[in-house]
């Protein structure tokens, strides 16, 4: 019996050390060579592999970073100015300064502000309603509801509102990175410039249609009026299409646009409560303000 | 218009066809035997079959309840189609508590866990009725002598399946000419009268089902088909090699779980080939698998490992087999 | 024997209520609104402004580029808008919307109904006889009908099949065209003939117009090389791929046309339409609508001008019947459900139907139990339910390899899913995204 054990002991050690052997060898023989760099800098960035900074994933990222001469194009939102200085650091260049930014949802159509013409039984996918037909409303740049944009989501940073039909976006969450607006089939999702205390003034709508006509399917929408226009002291308003745009690099948040905007289109959302100053413009401002309220409280 | 219009996508018909209804006509053809078994075996039949649909019910119900809180999914029948099936496979002296235990194996290992219907890649009722076999060997290959309503489950005078008999007659190196004469006639195998599993000794009932199934289009030939001509045509080569050693293709046939499993079993959509040529690829190797079992292997009996073996190719042989793209023939 | 097309195909239930009712010439409408895109291809440009007078037959719409076609006045009245209208789809396309005034029709326009059987042009002027006349496919795809009658070069034209198989269920339009202009048809498909240089045309009809069946047979004994097929009964046989493979056994390559095989497929409509052109110097500005569905109170099959609004057609055959839950343009498999009765019937349209209401909502969606009943009604030889898999993941590589553009949407999948899947849905949209892929290759 113990010849049986012994020889067993024997023959495994050798079989282990053969294997072992061979294996070594072929290591050192096919090993291929990889900047050290890479893994360092990929252990600086987030992980998340959300692909926001346009390469599939955050390996792919660093392998770019450790290639690129600057860092122009190159830019990861989720960590934003942090993580590119730490990267910079690790790789001995100048990280370029970008600004944080932040997704803002366009539209305002809610089941209050815009009527209802028809019901949509099918697939629940944007993509299909939208190839399909102009969606539940007569609107046919307004948000179809059906939460392709929250599915696309991997920060939690979306949810959709049962109250309104529409998405909501937690700032705290939101990186910025891109994939909502991608799957958004309307293009109504914008990445605006983050400012402090996530205050945020936008146009709620993309409808390009005229005014009368934009304002038949929704209440809220855009008309092309051109009053915020020209009561914009810094330039930040363009219009366009029949709608108003604001430059968020140039928007310096006076809130001006806000009060004018007839169909309160414009909105505010993080802003403290206004002093009643005007009596005439406060009626205006309530729906905004209440709109902005209901964002905050998320 | 006052009302709001619907608007989808084409196509604005549909055929009517759910996935309940399906369920129900494979119910419906499992009747039959049911039938055949409360005949043979009487009460004990009766409560097997219903334990164990009911318990298979109960715990689907419970665990997408509580478990995986979502919505109870029992209306659409599948659950009842693998208790009877489970049932059918069992002995009709099978105690209720082991029933219950092999449901609760079918629904929770064999279907929840992996995702609820649809999801499963074996067969549920197989592997309730593979662990109860592998757990309770004795209990599970005492089957009963079918006298109807006087089937006595206290005595235990049980009857050996003809299968058994075989590998027996084999094990102790008899001549097969002895070993058929302890056999019954192929005309009683046909109606049942001899040992097995409750559900799956009377031939004939099992195939009514079978012509049920197909007459209503929830199945298509292939499978069952496929499985039984290789048991057939393997069977029936060892047999003329050496009849002496081997017993003919008839008797292979109609014996053991092959026709319920082969129909009722294999066909099991969600864990079948989706294309014909997959399905009957997946057919031979069933049938070769059991022969093989039956004649090398230890068991008696092979269908129930056959099945669930050749389960696990599915998405190999899904994703080899495509079915023939129009127009391609010209293309290549 | 009948012939058909070996692999999957439905059998929906027909309903055919309108089959035993007369074309009814409509009364016309007071204001009529032509698209300017009624065809697959470009647009065409408008010719007319506002103000501007039109008559009948007039061209107001001129085509641009090859796969494009003509638009005509259907009415004789004043131009009151060119600007942006909804459409069938819901969104706005560009139309002309004209005022009706009086019915005076072109001059050269040959109203009368007489037969005009001798053929007296040659094929190059029948081709542009028809881009002229703005010829579409009829049956719902509206394909120019000029780019199908010029064969591409190196290619060779050997029959013209004429269909007549009107698998959709509901619709009889082309059913009461048959049996109503039979010879005119006829003559048109001989002049289809003409102009792609071949000898032999076959016509193919479902064994459920029995009496189109007899009626052609008996008037093709005067037109030696055209044959009259029945078919036997299955969606989707109108679909030109499945109905050459009925008839000739032939199967059009992956990813080609008709053509590949020889064969070239025209609609009963189509054909008409090219008589009227041709011998009767007739435009495309009306086409015969099926307006029925299970509550309509006088079914029926209308002769519409081009541009009449929709509900105007739905008024004509008894109005909308309490409870119709959804309106369809087309037939109930491939047709497109509209989210407003204003829009205008157009080149396309060849029925409308009401759906009840408890017919027009979808059921529960169930998991997929695997049960491979897509795959057997696929006509095509997809595996449906793997393209909406592969479609959810957005796997689109994969999408392009398993033949996803080979889908003619037929709806067979989605009307046999017993766990009510909407496969089609998503494979329509694996297909626009793998459409999209494939272009931007280019």
Known sequence: ?298 | MNKLITVSPSPHMHSGQSTSKLMTHVLIALIPAFAASVWLFGWSSIIVVSVAVSSCLIFEFLIQKFLLKKETSISDGSAAVTGALLAFSLPASTPIGMVMIGSLVAIGIGKMSFGGLGNNPFNPALVGRVFLFISFPVQMTSWPIPKGFETSLVDAITAPTPLEIVKEGMRISENMSSVVSNLPSNMEVFCGKMGGSLGEIAACTILAGFLYLLITRVISWHIPVSILTTVAVFTGIMWLIDPTANANPGFHLLSGGLLLGSIFMATDYVTSPMTHKGMIIFGVGIGLITVIIRRFGAYPEGIQFAILIMNAFVPLINSYLKPKRFGEMINE | MLKTFPRGGVHPAENKFSAGNKIIRMTLPKIVTIPLAQHLGVPAEALVNHGDMVKTGQTIGASKGFVSSNIHSSVTGKVIKVDKFLDSSGYKKAAVSIEVTEDEWLPEIDRSSDLKKEIIIDGEEIIKKTLESGIVGMGGATFPSHVKMSVPRGKKAELVILNGVECEPFLTSDHRLMLEKGEEILVGLRLIMKALGVTKGMVGIENNKKDAIDHFTQLSKQYPGIEVFALKVKYPQGGEKQLIKALTGREVPSGGLPIDVGAVVHNVGTAFAVYEAVQKNKPLIERVVTVSGKMVSSPSNLLTRIGTPVNLLIETSGGIPEGTGKIINGGPMMGKALDSVDVPVMKGTSGILLIPDKESRRKKIDPCIRCSKCITVCPMGLEPYLLMTLTEKEKFDRLEDEKVMDCIECGSCSYTCPANRPLLDYIRLGKFNVGQIIRNRK
Not at chain 1, 210 to 231: E, L, M, P
């Open chain 1, 1 to 298: 019996m113990n010849s049986v054990l012994l020889f067993t002991i024997i023959s495994l050690s050798l079989l282990g050390l053969v294997a072992a052997l061979i294996l070594y060898f072929f290591a050192q023989k096919f090993k291929v060579y990889e900047d050290p760099r890479i893994d360092q800098v990929e252990d600086a960035l987030p992980g998340a592999n959300c692909g926001g900074c346009g390469f599939p994933g955050c390996r792919n990222f660093a392998e770019a970073c450790v290639k690129a001469e600057t860092f122009d194009d190159l830019n990861c939102p989720v960590g934003g100015n942090e993580v590119m200085v730490t990267v910079s650091g690790i790789l001995g260049k100048e990280a370029g300064e970008t600004d944080p930014l932040v997704a803002v949802i366009r539209c305002n159509g809610s089941f209050e502000n815009r009527p209802r013409t028809n019901v949509y039984d099918g697939a629940q996918n944007c993509t299909i309603v939208h190839n399909l037909y102009t969606g539940d409303t007569d609107c046919p740049f307004g948000c179809l509801g059906h939460g392709e944009c929250v599915d696309a989501c991997n920060f939690e940073a979306m949810y959709m509102d049962e109250k309104t039909g529409l998405p909501v976006i937690i700032d705290e969450n939101c990186v910025a990175c891109g994939a909502c607006v991608e799957a958004c089939p309307r293009d109504i999702i914008e990445l605006r410039k983050r400012n402090k205390k996530d205050r945020k003034i936008f146009v709620s709508c993309i409808n390009e249609d005229k005014g009368g006509i934009a304002k038949k399917y929704c209440s809220v929408a855009c008309t092309g009026c051109t009053k915020c226009f020209k009561v914009c002291d810094y330039d930040a308003i363009t219009m366009g299409n029949n709608l108003a745009f604001i430059d968020s690099e140039k928007c310096k948040l006076c809130r001006k646009c806000v009060v004018v905007c007839p169909t309160n289109a414009i909105h505010e959302i993080n802003f403290p409560p206004r002093r009643v100053k005007e009596e005439e413009k406060v009626e205006e401002t309530e729906g905004a303000e209440e709109i902005s309220g209901k964002k905050t409280t998320n």
